[in-house]
């Protein structure tokens, strides 16, 4: 079980430790009431899914009990070892969910300029699709869109809004089915 | 001798004829001179009376054409016109020889005399001339004809007129400016194409908010606008008719297309393509539609911008470990790191209609910076400063820039508001254009008489 730490000590952490900051436990929790549940640890997202009211396969699923989103560094687009974890939960949930497609969003934070940004948030969702393509999922499945620094997951100018807004966001694609 | 033959440029909507031009004596001594370059001179004292009415139907425009000339020069920060309560007598007519010792007292170094009268057709006719106080000198002057509706554009090429006499530069009155409306708060906001004049009138929205849209910039040669919209959640560029309304997307792409600018003769748009996360510029031709790769990098190529001659193209790259300046020749060669200062991250260069300088957003210690370089990336100067600052355009003279400015916002989002300033070259005279609502992202047009 993971704890969903106060906002407080995730920017100290930050700012200790900028590029090793990516947890995703910390990331779902920026986006309202429906993420404020951890998600479970390990892979085994067809059983983690009963019980937290979301349907299976669903976004809100996808968002409770997988985790939607990973984190990235000031101005990186590499995935850490937490995002890696994610991004292989979100492989394994595609696999148990054949008929679901990904658009992957990639965001930046709002300390770069607008068109950098844009570039930079396609850098970050190109870096979870690319691996989860080196996983096997099939690239057909997964799209991408930049948003740069235009959706901010949570408002305000301070160093943790911009750790939580620097994210790649696994959404079910409106195609799916 | 002086004669006003001034092309305007056709706009479906406004029509606009001179039907005079003005002879005038050419001033061998004129003892008025402003040079921008030397911007730390004293702004020069006009006076500007309300215009003499030919009728009393013209009464209201009379008053109102003149305001508008005296908040233009004002807003230059070149011109101070004089508080009309302290003046001591009142233009009695244009072909009278005004009573200069009514206006030596003010200091009054320049007079503008001007006259507004409706024609039986109802057209509005406006003459005008400048007058050297001390010389006893005119200056110029003109006349033009049209539509009371265009009232407005009246003023602003008289402005326009008495600028150019007296600095020696062309004027920027008579323009435009599309930017991007902004409501509602930051996770969710909304965005809006809009047009207005450079002064803040006449504004108009151009999309509803329902897609997001970005960075649109004027065409050089057309009532057009290219920009950026999320139709269908896919980010593309698009052109766009001011006049119409109707809209193309740029290409067929599976990728994100941005940060569209024309070349300076309209016929092309450069742009980035993102494929596969690696953004890299390239440039269609708007008659043919092909497209040219111009940068192979794996790394961040984007924010083109051609220079006027459209040989050259400045852009910001990170291939060299984070954002800088480069500049290329127009078919992508020679591609070289210009901005050299360490300690800082350059974005969103662009060309000035002059050619002599390339402005810049600049991110260094925390902060954000408006500035420019010349095109070898020597003589850096920063012109504004702040919290976020973001996206220079220049007034087609090249003497003026535009920028938006972001304060901070605070944990439940409140603040972060946007706004346009304008800024001279000298870094001198910044000044919030006021929009109906908060906004980014603007782009001068460019002159609209040639």
């Not at chain 2, 001798?1 to 001033?27: D, E, F, G, N």
């Not at chain 2, 050297?132 to 402005?159: C, Y």
């Not at chain 2, 593309?236 to 008719?241: A, W």
Request: hydrophobic letters at 35%.
């Amino acid at each position: 079980m993971r704890i969903n730490l106060p906002v407080v000590v995730a920017a100290a952490f930050l700012l200790a430790a900028c590029t090793s900051a990516s947890d995703e436990g910390d990331g779902s929790s920026s986006d309202g009431a429906a993420t404020t549940t951890p998600s479970s640890s390990g892979t085994n997202v067809a059983t983690a899914s009963t019980g937290s009211g979301a349907k299976p396969g669903s976004q809100l699923d996808l968002e409770i009990n997988v985790g939607d989103r990973v984190l990235f560094g000031f101005d990186q687009s590499t995935l850490t070892q937490d995002a890696r974890t994610t991004v292989e939960r979100w492989g394994a949930w595609l696999e148990v969910y054949p008929a679901n497609r990904l658009v992957i969003e990639g965001h930046a934070d709002e300390r770069g300029t607008r068109e950098y940004n844009l570039a930079l948030g396609e850098r970050r969702a190109n870096a979870a699709r690319e691996y989860l393509v080196s996983l096997g999922v099939d690239p057909n499945r997964i799209k991408t869109v930049s948003f740069g620094k235009e959706r901010p997951a949570i408002p305000g100018s301070n160093e943790n809004a911009y750790a939580q807004n620097r994210r790649s966001v696994a959404v079910l694609d409106a195609a799916t089915n | 001798m002086l004669s006003y033959t001034k092309k305007l440029r056709r706009r479906t909507t406004v029509l606009l004829t001179l039907v005079a031009a003005l002879m005038l004596p050419t001033i061998a001594h004129a003892q008025i001179d402003v040079g921008v370059d030397r911007f730390t001179v004293e702004p020069l004292s006009i006076a500007v009376p309300d215009f003499i009415p030919g009728s009393a139907q013209a009464q209201k425009l009379a008053v109102d054409i003149a305001t508008v000339v005296a908040e233009d020069l004002e807003r230059s920060g070149l011109f101070a016109p004089l508080d009309k309560r302290a003046f001591l007598s009142r233009p009695v007519g244009l072909a009278v020889r005004p009573n200069f010792v009514n206006w030596k007292p003010l200091n009054a170094q320049a007079l503008v005399v001007g006259e507004a009268k409706l024609s039986a057709e109802g057209q509005l006719s406006a003459d005008f001339r400048l007058w050297d106080v001390f010389a006893e000198q005119p200056m110029t002057g003109l006349s033009l004809t049209t539509s009371p509706s265009n009232w407005r554009r009246v003023a602003h090429l008289i402005a326009d007129a008495i600028y150019e006499r007296i600095t020696g530069e062309r004027g920027y009155f008579d323009t435009r400016i599309v930017y991007i409306s902004e409501t509602g708060p930051a996770e969710k906001r909304i965005k809006r194409l809009s047009i207005m004049d450079q002064d803040g009138s006449n504004h108009r929205f151009l999309s509803d908010g329902d897609t997001l849209v970005l960075t649109p910039r004027f065409s050089p040669t057309q009532q057009e606008i290219t920009y950026l919209a999320y139709f269908n959640n896919q980010p593309r560029v698009y052109l766009f008719n001011i006049d119409t309304g109707e809209q193309e997307v740029l290409g067929d792409f599976p990728g994100m297309t941005f940060a569209p600018r024309f070349s300076p003769d309209g016929n092309q748009v450069v742009m980035s393509l993102a494929e596969n996360g690696n953004s890299d510029v390239n440039v269609m031709d708007l008659r043919t539609r092909q497209v040219r790769r111009l940068t192979t990098h794996p790394s961040i190529d984007t924010s083109p911008s051609f220079s006027p001659d459209g040989r050259q193209i400045v852009f910001e790259s990170d291939r060299g470990g984070s954002q800088q300046l480069y500049v290329m020749n127009a078919d992508g060669s020679n591609q070289h790191r210009i901005s050299f200062k360490s300690g800082g991250r350059y974005g969103t260069p662009v060309w000035s209609p002059r050619g002599d300088l390339i402005a810049f957003t600049k991110i260094q210690s925390g902060l954000f910076h408006i500035g420019v370089m010349r095109p070898d990336g020597s003589g850096e100067r920063l012109l504004a400063k702040g919290f976020l600052v973001e996206s220079p355009t220049w007034a087609p003279n090249g003497r003026v820039l535009m920028f938006f400015k972001q304060n901070k916002s605070d944990a439940k989002g409140r603040g972060g508001n946007s706004r346009l300033y304008s800024i001279d070259l000298t870094g001198q005279n910044e000044r919030e254009i006021i929009t109906p609502v908060e906004a980014s992202d603007p782009a001068w047009s460019p002159a609209s008489s040639r």
